[in-house]
C-alpha cells in the first residue's frame, strides 16, 4: 500500500449537525468539543450539534467549529490506530494539520482560529469585498482576466484548487467584473461566493498583522509527520516554518492543486478528508481520479473508511 495523507477542509465545509454522531459515539471526540467549549469560554459544541446555518456562517463561529469536528475526528481515528504519513489543509484547515502533526496544541490553535475569523471578519467593511468561483478555465487564464479587471482595484486568485477551478477574491466591483470577463472567456460557471469577506487577498492585509502578533506568542513544536503548506506548496517539519506559513497564508492564495501534486509525487495514493462535508474529496477528483479518496465526519464514513484502509494494507503484507 502506498503513503496515506489526511486533508482537512476550510471554510463552506460547515454544517449544522455536524460532528455530533461521533461526539456522542466516542469519548475522544466528546473530549475534544468539551475543551473547545471551555477554552473559548461559550458552547461551540452547541454551535455545531443545534446552531442554525446563520450560526455557522459567521466566519468567527466558522472557523473554530470546522476545527473543532476535523480534530473530533483526528482523536477517534488514532484510537483506531489510523495516522496519516503526510498532512495539508485547505486555508482554516492548515490549523487542523497541524494539530494532527502534533506542531500545534489543540486549545492554541481553536483560539488563534477564532480570532483569525474576527480580524478577518473586520479587515473589511460589509460589501466591500468578495470572492467568486471560477469553474472551467485554467488558472492562467483566470489570472488574466483579473488583470484585466482590477482597473487599480485589488482583484487575484485566492484558491487555485484544480485544473478547473479557481476561485478569485478582492474589491467587490473588480470581482464582478473578473466575473463577467471570465464568463465571455468561456468559462464553465463564474459565480460569487456566499462568504463575509475577501479572503486571501491583499485586502487581508490588516487581519495578518494582527494574527502575526498571536502567532508569535504560540508555542510551536516540531511537527510528527510533514505538512505540504498552502502559501508554499511544499512540506515542511519545523514549528517555526509552520508559524511562518499561517502568517503569510492570510493575503496569498492557497496552492491547493499543486499540494496534492507533491502529496502524489511523495507516494502518497490515499487520500482522507477529515472533517464536516466533502469539499476536499471533489477537488481531488478533479485533480487526480487514479488516487483513492476517502472521508471520515460521522459513523457510517468512519466504518467504511477503517475498513478500506485496513484492507488495503493487509493486502499489501
Not at 460589509?126 to 472551467?136: D, H
Not at 497564508?249 to 499540494?259: A, D, G, I, K, L
Amino acid at each position: 500500500m502506498g503513503k496515506v495523507a489526511f486533508v482537512f477542509p476550510g471554510q463552506a465545509s460547515q454544517y449544522p449537525g455536524m460532528g455530533k454522531e461521533l461526539a456522542e459515539q466516542y469519548p475522544a471526540a466528546r473530549a475534544v468539543f468539551s475543551e473547545a467549549d471551555q477554552t473559548l469560554g461559550f458552547s461551540i459544541s452547541k454551535m455545531c450539534f443545534e446552531g442554525t446555518e446563520e450560526d455557522l456562517k459567521l466566519t468567527a463561529n466558522t472557523q473554530p467549529a470546522i476545527l473543532t469536528c476535523s480534530v473530533a475526528v483526528v482523536r477517534v481515528l488514532a484510537e483506531k490506530g489510523l495516522a496519516p504519513d503526510f498532512v495539508a489543509g485547505h486555508s482554516l484547515g492548515e490549523y487542523s494539520a497541524l494539530v494532527a502533526a502534533g506542531a500545534l496544541k489543540f486549545a492554541d490553535a481553536v483560539q488563534l482560529v477564532r480570532k483569525r475569523g474576527s480580524y478577518m471578519q473586520d479587515a473589511v467593511p460589509a460589501g466591500v469585498g468578495a470572492m467568486a468561483a471560477i469553474m472551467g478555465l485554467s488558472p492562467a487564464v483566470v489570472a488574466d482576466a483579473c488583470k484585466r479587471a482590477a482597473k487599480g482595484e485589488i482583484c487575484s486568485a485566492a484558491n487555485l484548487n484544480s485544473p478547473e477551478q479557481t476561485v478569485i477574491s478582492g474589491h467587490a466591483s473588480a470581482v464582478k467584473r473578473a466575473v463577467e470577463i471570465a464568463s465571455q472567456l468561456g468559462a464553465k460557471r463564474a459565480v460569487i461566493l456566499a462568504v463575509s469577506a475577501p479572503f486571501h487577498s491583499a485586502l487581508m492585509a490588516p487581519a495578518q498583522e494582527k494574527l502575526e502578533k498571536d502567532l508569535k506568542q504560540t508555542e510551536f513544536a516540531v511537527l510528527r509527520v510533514p505538512l505540504v503548506t498552502n502559501v508554499d506548496a511544499d512540506t515542511i517539519a519545523s514549528g517555526d516554518e509552520a508559524r511562518e506559513a499561517l502568517v503569510r497564508q492570510v493575503t496569498m492564495p492557497v496552492r491547493w492543486e499543486e499540494s496534492v501534486r507533491l502529496l502524489i509525487d511523495e507516494g502518497v495514493n490515499t487520500f482522507v478528508e477529515v472533517g464536516p462535508g466533502r469539499v476536499l474529496s471533489g477537488l481531488l477528483r478533479q485533480i487526480e481520479r487514479s488516487v483513492a479518496t476517502l472521508n471520515v465526519e460521522d459513523e457510517k464514513s468512519l466504518a467504511a473508511t477503517v475498513e478500506k484502509i485496513a484492507g488495503a494494507r493487509s493486502d499489501a503484507a
